[in-house]
Every structure is written in C-alpha cells, then in structure tokens.
C-alpha cells in the first residue's frame, strides 16, 4: 500500500518489550541515491541524543504505528555511519524545484508517498506554477519518470509524457481501512493516547 509522507510525521512508535508508545517520528531521513527513507529522526521523553530510528529495526507498520523490539532501536546520529552521511546532506524531497530535461518548470514537490513494507519513493506530489495551476493544481509523478536530482531540482522526463503516464495509470492508491482486518496482531487501540497495550 502507498502511503504519503506526510501522514509519517506524527507517527506513533510502539515498543513490543514496553507494550506502549515510546516515541513518534518526527521526520523521515532519505537516501537521495536510492530515494529510499532509511531512517527516521524520533520525538521522546525517554531519549535525548539517540533519537534516530533505522527503518530496518521496524517489524511492522499498520494504522496504529511503527512496532519496534524495545528503545534500545533508537541510536545516535553518528551511530550508523550511512545515516550519518545522509544526514549531513540535509536531503529532503518536500521543497525543491520540478523540471524536465527540455527546462520546462513543473513546480514544485509538497509531498510524495512511499509503499509501506520498504519505505521506497514511488511518487512525488508537485504543486504547479500558479497558470498552469488553474488547470491541474498538482502532478503526480511516478518515480520511473525522473531523470536525475540534484541538491536543488528533480529533472524528469518530458511534460507531455508525464502528463500522459498519468492520465493512462495513476498509482496513487489512497490509504483504507481494511474491514477484514478489525485490529493488528499484537497491539489493540486503547482510550489512552499515550500507550498501547499488547
């Protein structure tokens, strides 16, 4: 399932040793090489420094959070050297500037989704320049239609052909609740917003 970044942010991160939220993620980290969120920086009264989640040390995530094995998964920034390098690029996909190859501007990203099991980039979401927003206010644009990225702009391909793959698939899948599936394996929603019991 995809799932918009911006629906992380706020995310509950749930202990399976504490059988309550430790923590909430705060935002994602991406490695602009594979566009992939390989980790996530975390808010918690419990930590200080190590405040950064590795996506790998995520067993599941479902509509009430990320599941992890206790708080001994949040580590120090400087702790995984590959997030540290990503970190000290200061990468994020919210903001930056929209083309195609030919120089013609799209606009810019506001958002983007990734699919749930491996956090992987599949779309960006692009806010159009004001004339051009009267027609379509946003471009959904798959990730199989980018050229390159550099620290300012994302280069796709041409705009009719973005235009077109669009209108002939969109991807976009918006998030549901599942009715077959009436709570997850483990966690159960109390009427606490601080804890969840196992």
Known sequence: MLITASRLIGTPILSVQASAKIAEVAEPIIDPDTLKIIAFRV??????????????????????????????????????????????????????KVETKKGSKLGKVIDYTVTDNDFVVQQIIVKRPIVKSLVDPTLTISRKEIVEITDYKIIVKDEEKVIKARAEKEDFVPNFVNPFRNHEPGFAPTNSSESTTV
Not at 68 to 80: A, R
Not at 81 to 86: A, E, G, L, W
């Open 43 to 96: 808010i918690s009264p419990l930590v200080r420094t190590a405040n950064i989640l590795d996506a790998k040390s995520i067993r599941e995530y479902s509509n009430y959070g990320m599941v992890v094995d206790s708080i001994e998964e949040f580590v120090e920034p400087d702790d995984i050297v590959k997030i540290s390098n990503i970190l000290k690029l200061n990468f994020a996909l919210p903001g930056l």
